[in-house]
Every structure is written in structure tokens, then in C-alpha cells.
């Protein structure tokens, strides 16, 4: 794995391809390199998924239960909403107040079993698949040519490795976690309490902002956890430590992350709102269908970081043999001149 890392590291230096020149690369055309990486390697393909299986069965279970619970909760929130219009026509009209039973509290004990789900064995089994996707894909990428199915196997896999890159990623989870809940408790506030009040307008234009602000903020930031978990697999630098080089690394091209991860949290979530609305979490192949395009984007992406790593390192290693070339040449300058010598 050293080995291939160096080797990747002296191809970026010293290679003329698209993730090696001096301007900077855009979103879009790390995507597409990743895209070639998945379109001339089908065995990477095939192992990948047979590694994935389960991540994919368990979350073939996980979006059924996430989104029966995001439609029963739905539900609530509107009767919680139009409780107000419901009270005034108690009022009013006089009639008998058939209230809900159902309340927050049928589904608390839900969402407590989903955030479990997400925390333990989701993340388990997502990380299990990040390091292979990750270690194979810089491989690939290193030494350009396809790899078969026996040396993907008899790749290892140290336990130092592994139990390093899982530190970092529970620090990665713990931060994603509360920005997430942020933006996520900013909406079902507004529409749980505001949406049909008389100042709607008001609350939305106070809402509305700091969740977007707040969710591009989670977004940027992500690239940057991402990259940290892509310096744990790929160098060995774990913890606090993978966040603080993963920061270094992408300091100017918070731009081109945010761009990234923009598009896999539009497609994921995409794919997540077609289910709910077409009704695929009540079961049958759409359900199926949705996993197996949420999982091959995820892939995808932490292909997509990987690139985004090294080229993010490759022009801030330039950028500090600039700095230093550029004192060299300074202090050859100011040394002063000997005198012509007879």
C-alpha cells in the first residue's frame, strides 16, 4: 500500500494528465476521472459489490424503516401545524374536539432506533467499505492498468489501519452529526410551529437563511471529513491529527469541495424524496432500486475524494517548493557582490 501511495505521489509530480498540471482541476473533471476509474476496471466494479453486499441488505432495511418514519412524522408535524385552525373551529363552530391520539411521542422511540441503526451498524459497515473502495481505488489510479480479481483479494488489509481510520471517523461523525441536527432542527421547527401561523413570511425569512447557511457550511465541511478519513486510509495519519492535515491540504479549494459534495448530497437525497413519493418505501424493487443507486453513488464518491486528496496535496506541495524556491532566490539576491578580483 506504501508502496502504490509513493508511486501515485511521483506520478502527480512529475506526470503530464489532467490531475497533475499547474491550474487547478475542476469538480466536474475529478468526477469524470472517477467515472473512468468505475468504466475500465468492471473487476474494481465486481468486487466492490460483492464486498457491498452487506451494507446493501442492511440498508435496504434502514431506508424502509428511515422513511416510514419521516412519513409518520410528517403527518404529525401537520396536525401540530393545523392545530391552531383546528382549536379556532372547536371555538367557533362548537364541535366536539376529536383529538389526535397520535402524538411525537409514538414516534420518539423510532427515531432513537434509527439514530442506533446509524451510529453502529450502518457506520460499521460503511467504513468497512470506504477502506476497500479507498485502497483499491488508489491502486488502480496509481499504477493505471486493471487489476484482476486475485490481487484485489489478496490485497491485506492491517488492523492498524483499520482501527486507526475508525478513530477518525467517529471524530468525523460526531461533528457531522451536530452540524446536521442543526439544520435539521431549524426545519421541522418552522414547520412544525410556524408554517401556518399569521407570520409565516416573517419566520421563513429568519429560518430560511440560517438553514441554508448552515447546511453549506455542513456540506464544505464534509470535504473536508471526507479527505481526513481518505489521509487515514491512504497515509496512516489518524484522529484529530487526519482533520488538522485535511484542513492544510484543502485550504483554497473550499470552493471545489462544497461543488463535490453538493452533487452526491443532491443525488442521495433525490433518490431518497423519489421513494418517498412514488411510495417505494412500502417495499417491492423500487426500494431496491433507490439502495443500489444511493450505494453507487456513495462508491463513486469517495472515489471522487480520494482524487480531490491528491490533488488538493499536489498543488499545496507546489505551492510550498514555490515559497521556498522563491526565499532561495531571494537571499542569493541580497548576498552581497565580491568585488572584481584583479
Not at 433518490?271 to 453507487?296: D, H, K, N, P
Amino acid at each position: 500500500m506504501e508502496d502504490n501511495h509513493v508511486l501515485l505521489e511521483q506520478n502527480l509530480l512529475l506526470e503530464d494528465n489532467p490531475v497533475t498540471q499547474n491550474q487547478k482541476v475542476g469538480a466536474f473533471d475529478i468526477i469524470k476521472q472517477a467515472s473512468t476509474i468505475f468504466s475500465k476496471n468492471f473487476n474494481f466494479i465486481i468486487f466492490i459489490f460483492l464486498t457491498s453486499l452487506p451494507l446493501f441488505f442492511f440498508m435496504v432495511y434502514y431506508e424502509i424503516f428511515l422513511q416510514t418514519t419521516l412519513v409518520n412524522a410528517s403527518n404529525i408535524l401537520k396536525k401540530r401545524s393545523d392545530s391552531y385552525s383546528y382549536y379556532r373551529l372547536i371555538v367557533t363552530e362548537s364541535i366536539s374536539p376529536a383529538i389526535p391520539q397520535k402524538s411525537t411521542k409514538d414516534v420518539l422511540p423510532e427515531f432513537v432506533q434509527l439514530g442506533l441503526l446509524y451510529l453502529v451498524p450502518r457506520h460499521l459497515l460503511e467504513l468497512c467499505t470506504i477502506i476497500v473502495t479507498v485502497d483499491l481505488a488508489s491502486k488502480i489510479h496509481a499504477e493505471e492498468r486493471v487489476i484482476t480479481l486475485k490481487e484485489m483479494m489478496d490485497r491485506p488489509i492491517y488492523g492498524a489501519k483499520v482501527r486507526g481510520t475508525f478513530v477518525t471517523s467517529l471524530c468525523v461523525l460526531f461533528l457531522s452529526t451536530c452540524t446536521l441536527s442543526g439544520s435539521i432542527w431549524l426545519a421541522t421547527t418552522y414547520f412544525a410551529y410556524w408554517r401556518r401561523s399569521t407570520f409565516s413570511v416573517f419566520f421563513l425569512g429568519f429560518y430560511g437563511p440560517i438553514f441554508v447557511a448552515l447546511l453549506t457550511k455542513h456540506l464544505e465541511w464534509s470535504a473536508v471529513w471526507n479527505m481526513s478519513i481518505i489521509i487515514s486510509v491512504l497515509e496512516g495519519t489518524y484522529g484529530i491529527e487526519a482533520l488538522l492535515h485535511s484542513a492544510y491540504f484543502s485550504g483554497g479549494s473550499e470552493w471545489r469541495g462544497l461543488l463535490l459534495m453538493l452533487v452526491f448530497f443532491v443525488w442521495g437525497q433525490g433518490l431518497r424524496l423519489a421513494s418517498l413519493y412514488f411510495g417505494w418505501y412500502e417495499g417491492g424493487m423500487g426500494i431496491v432500486a433507490q439502495v443500489g443507486l444511493l450505494l453507487l453513488g456513495n462508491v463513486l464518491k469517495w472515489v471522487v475524494c480520494m482524487l480531490y486528496f491528491y490533488d488538493c496535496k499536489k498543488r499545496t506541495l507546489e505551492k510550498k517548493v514555490d515559497v521556498e524556491l522563491g526565499r532561495a532566490i531571494k537571499v542569493v539576491d541580497n548576498m552581497p557582490k565580491d568585488a572584481d578580483t584583479e
